[in-house]
């Protein structure tokens, strides 16, 4: 068996078949389908490298021809055969190896397989329960080992990068001390101190200070993360970060450091180059015009306050907001007045679900006329005014909501990214990087009626803003900066 083995033994993968055109070749994988045309019988082998077609004929391999009709899905096969072009007209643009096929002359089943409980392919929309079930299986998908190739490409190009940079990569204690952070601690009974728990690290934030108070002066560390909190999108329990710690520099240096570094990455992994210095732009400018601390940049719409134009009106429920000190967030939908009364009402759950009481609209239709439930008390000075700051004209859809700041911001931010999903104004294949600077240092907390630290306690004030510390903490703003991707925060 061992000399059978041997003797099967993969001389090269799917994918360098391309290359080999006369060459006899071993190859193994994974069946991906099996088709049987005109007497011929069709293989799509696979392999981690890709896909390759394997070609069975009846009259000059009769032996291999009998058991490749054995052969189903998910099958592990080697295969002996030549390397040949494929005739003219049958050459398959899609694939690598399209130019290229592979005349078996034996095959060998190295392990038969059930059939799968869902096609191993991209577009197969399988319930994610199952997929977590067979989860070796989802992993053969082409995508998710793709996902799974690049993550590597990019902890490679990361540690090459830091590594030229004068950075040292140091392992940090994953049994720890429990500490109050952002979430809640996974704990870990000691067996050697009974009733006592280590914590698993939410992130080596106390330990790479230390090995700045050590001296080590450039730290980095691929570190796993563990965080005890609800599952969300962009939320799981364990989680990898590139975590990044130095001494003896200033904020500028570090956001400069991390634009090069992400420009190698796009350009190394994905063959994209990508314009430095990143924009800049405040947490409060981010708030008012795109209700969002991570705004997605790749299209407009931009939110507008809009509370100047309504200062004396009859509209009862912009004047209750405006007295208790709250704002009217405008957005301009262009080219939606004639949206029905349906799609109108999914825009109102949307910011509803965000704790506004409703959505207010006016569809800007030909001749001058409007529809709105505002069409009776709104003025004519007050619509000219607004259209002019939201500079909207005929065939647009005017959007307001009325609430206090963050929830006008938050629900409005909603709804422009809704929109601008439905409208098709986002390029999915646009990279739009920002830092999003001068955080608030302190936010309020209702559940603990006082000020606590918007992003964690180890963030320094703005030097001109500690006079604020004790009188308005609410005007400190912190040495605080995210970089943002497509309204996605990485760090």
């Known amino acids: 068996m ?86 003219r007209g049958t050459e398959n643009p899609h694939l690598k190896t399209g130019k290229v096929e592979l005349r078996a002359d034996s095959i060998w089943i190295l392990n038969a397989a059930k059939t799968p409980p869902f096609y191993i392919e991209d577009n197969v929309d399988v319930d994610e329960t199952v997929r977590l079930k067979y989860r070796y299986l989802d992993l053969r998908r082409h ?72 001296g080590m002066e450039r730290y980095f560390q691929i570190a796993r993360c563990f965080r005890d909190e609800d599952l969300r999108a962009d939320r799981q329990p364990e989680f990898t970060q590139i975590d990044i710690e130095m001494s003896f520099i200033t904020p500028q240096d570090i956001q400069l450091l991390m634009e090069e570094m992400v420009a190698t990455i796009m350009q190394e992994v994905l063959g994209r180059n990508i314009v430095t210095p990143f924009p800049r ?130 629900a409005m931010g909603q709804l422009r990214l809704y929109l601008g999903r439905k409208l098709g104004l986002i390029d999915d294949n646009n990279f739009a990087f920002a830092w999003v600077t001068d955080f608030p240092l302190f936010e309020w907390s209702e559940e603990e009626k006082r000020y606590v630290a918007m992003h964690h306690p180890f963030t320094s004030p703005v030097d001109e803003d500690l006079p604020y510390l004790e009188t308005e903490p609410s005007r400190v703003r912190a040495k605080a900066y995210d970089l943002v991707l497509n309204g996605v925060e990485l760090g």
């Not at 003797?7 to 078949?17: D, K, N, S």
């Not at 690049?150 to 392992?171: C, M, N, P, Q, T």
């Not at 719409?301 to 405006?322: E, G, R, Y």
């Not at 004519?380 to 609430?403: M, S, T």
Request: glycine residues 8%; neutral net charge; aromatic residues 6%.
């Open 143 to 214: 995508k998710l080992q793709q996902n799974i190739i690049i993550r590597h490409h990019v902890a490679k190009v990361v540690r090459d990068f830091l590594d030229a940079h004068g950075f040292l990569e140091i392992e940090t204690p994953m049994l720890a001390l429990s500490t109050p952070e952002g979430a809640r601690d996974f704990l870990v009974p000691s067996r050697l101190n009974p009733g006592r728990f280590y914590g698993l690290p939410q992130s080596p934030q106390l330990f790479k200070q230390l090995l700045m108070v050590a």
């Open 2 to 87: 061992t000399l059978q083995r041997e003797a099967w033994q993969r001389t090269h993968t799917c994918v360098q078949l391309s290359e080999l055109v006369g060459e006899k070749v071993v190859i193994n994988g994974w069946v991906q389908r099996r088709r049987d045309h005109g007497g011929l019988i069709f293989v799509d082998l696979r392999d981690r490298s890709g896909l390759v077609q394997v070609v069975f004929s009846p009259d000059t391999v009769p032996d291999a021809f009998h058991k490749a009709e054995e052969v189903r899905s998910e099958y592990v096969l080697a295969v002996r055969g030549v390397v040949e072009q494929r005739p």
């Open 281 to 410: 732009i405040s947490y409060q400018e981010a708030m008012e015009r795109y209700g969002s601390d991570k705004p997605d940049l790749r299209f407009g719409l931009p939110l507008v306050n809009v509370a100047s134009v309504f200062q004396k009106t009859d509209i009862q429920v912009f004047q209750q907001v405006l007295e208790k000190g709250g704002s009217i967030r405008g957005l301009k939908a262009p080219g939606c007045a004639a949206f029905t009364r349906r799609e109108i009402d999914e825009l109102q759950a949307i910011v509803t679900q965000l704790g506004a009481k409703g959505l207010a609209w006016i569809a800007l239709e030909a001749g001058g006329k409007i529809r709105s439930p505002l069409a009776k008390v709104i003025t004519a000075e007050e619509l000219n005014n607004l259209k002019e700051l939201l500079v909207a004209q005929e065939g647009d859809l005017l959007l307001l909501v009325a609430a206090d700041e963050h929830t006008a911001a938050l």
